[in-house]
């Protein structure tokens, strides 16, 4: 009876590792187009950016990330 218990609670905590896996926002930049889509909080007390990488070939626009000065 105990066993069974302590599978049904390891199971619990296994599928629930899977909802905050989820969850979590794992990416460490962001993608942006403009300046104004970078967050205001990513980088307190400096203005975040948007360092362009590539030329976008779907849409023809320049693609780049967020980042800090």
């Keep these: 009876m105990a066993q069974i218990v302590k599978l049904v609670y390891v199971?619990?905590?296994f599928?629930?590792?899977?909802?905050v896996a989820i969850n979590?926002?794992?990416?460490p930049f962001r993608?942006?187009?403009h300046n104004r889509d970078c967050?205001?909080?990513?980088?307190?007390?400096?203005?975040p950016y948007c360092r362009?990488?590539?030329k976008n070939v779907?849409?023809?626009s320049p693609?780049?990330?967020c980042s800090c000065d």
Aim: proline letters at 6%; charged letters at 15%; a positive charge.
């Design 24 to 27: 979590v926002d794992a990416i």
């Design 31 to 33: 993608v942006c187009f």
């Design 15 to 19: 599928i629930s590792l899977f909802f």
């Design 52 to 54: 362009f990488r590539e």
């Design 11 to 13: 199971m619990i905590i």
């Design 63 to 65: 693609l780049g990330l």
């Design 39 to 47: 967050p205001r909080n990513m980088c307190l007390p400096s203005i």
């Design 58 to 60: 779907r849409f023809g």
